[in-house]
């Protein structure tokens, strides 16, 4: 059994709580179209570290600026866009935190996991926009 | 009077020989102040009680992001500088995906159950 497609364009203020609530929400879509365990921790992780990403660097926790969420859970891939009001970034700038001269830095290491834990990553524009998907590849009540 | 944030405890610190074996309360290790406040908790191990060997029990943790880990390398270094030693263990499986993307299993030693990070020190 699947649930119908789940569509919703969401406006947050830069608040990590807000973040968060906006989180569980597409936790529980994806948990009612049957995403197994494993793909919505990738989702979730991957969301975590966008939104956080958005809000403190993009945003820098401005109140007076917002993130734009928008998503789509299909019984076969989530999809989602989120954009916020900063400068942006070249995302070739950021140190790889794999290699041996970073691999100690204690910070930098979201990006790695979105393109890990994600099955497509792209930024666009000037860098405060990125859209992520995760085709699903589990099955309902297997976590494998 | 202004209100403090609640000094809640997030860590359950037991004594076996020597070594301090860390539980994480929280499920969810998120959010940069409980991060701090967990960091603090585990550098206060380190740096005032002296601690030289952790064993951090990963059991209760279901979801841990990029944040937590720049502590994790932070105490991993602290234990170096003291001759010390830091080991993992009992990390569930999507959560050691986290440490095997980012490499950090290379540098920080995990073991799959307490038992044998007892034994690696």
Sequence with gaps: M??????????????????????????????????TDHDVFAIKLALEEALVNAIKHGNQMDPDKQVRVEYR??????????????????????????????????????LLLIRGFMSSVEYHGCGNVVTMSKLRNGHPGGDE | ???????????????????????????????????????????RLVDELGRRKVLLNFANVEFMSSAALGKLITLHRKLQAVQGKLILCKIAKEILDV??????????????????????F
């Design chain 2, 1 to 43: 009077m202004a209100s403090q944030p609640a000094r809640r405890r997030r860590l359950e610190v037991e004594d076996i020989g020597d070594i301090a074996v860390v539980q994480f309360v929280d499920k969810k290790i998120l959010d940069e102040q409980n991060i701090q406040m967990i960091g603090d908790d585990l550098f």
């Design chain 2, 99 to 120: 440490f095997k993307i980012t490499k950090l299993d290379k540098i920080l030693e995990i073991k799959p159950d307490e038992q044998s990070g007892l034994q690696a």
């Design chain 1, 73 to 110: 859970i299909t019984a076969d891939r989530f999809d989602v866009r989120i954009a916020d009001e900063g400068p942006g970034f070249n995302p070739s700038d950021v140190p790889d935190p794999t290699e041996p001269g970073n691999i100690e830095r204690p910070c930098g290491r979201g």
């Design chain 1, 2 to 35: 699947t649930a119908d497609p789940v569509s919703a364009a969401v406006t947050i203020p830069s608040e990590l709580g807000e973040a968060h609530a906006l989180q569980a929400r597409i936790e529980d879509g994806l948990h009612a179209c049957g995403y």
